[in-house]
Nanobody, 122 residues
Framework: VQLQASGGGLVQAGGSLRLSCAAS????????IGWFRQAPGKDREFVAA???????YYANSVKGRFTISRDNARNTVYLQMNSLKPEDTAVYYC?????????????????WGQGTQLTVSS
């Protein structure tokens, strides 16, 4: 599966933005899809994932502020981000797990999309 992330931009603290991860290829519904982010000078970190059964999983840092969802008919996963903070600033990547588990580690994923930049100003 090939992935393309989009929707990043510049937003003020407290604002909202929605990222999209569009997939091409077969059997999208069987994949777990995760979002990761990487800020300058920092390691890539897990943000959220949605398993093939639709169940979500969040990092503690975004729980209650971010919502992940999927539209299998459109082969797309969304990351709705609310109450954004400057520390959310990063390049956001989506990734696919062919086993559908959508875990919290980079090694759980087989395919990665290019990143989309989110900048949150204070």
């Amino acid at each position: 599966v090939q992935l393309q992330a989009s929707g990043g931009g510049l937003v003020q603290a407290g604002g909202s933005l929605r990222l999209s991860c569009a997939a091409s290829g077969r059997a999208f519904s069987s994949y777990g899809i995760g979002w990761f982010r990487q800020a300058p000078g920092k390691d890539r970190e897990f943000v959220a994932a949605i398993r093939s059964d639709g169940s979500p999983y969040y990092a503690n840092s975004v729980k209650g502020r971010f919502t992940i969802s999927r539209d299998n008919a459109r082969n797309t996963v969304y990351l709705q981000m609310n109450s954004l903070k400057p520390e959310d600033t990063a390049v956001y990547y989506c990734a696919a797990d062919r086993y559908g588990s959508g875990g919290g580690f980079s090694d759980d994923y087989d395919s990665w999309g290019q990143g989309t930049q989110l900048t949150v100003s204070s």
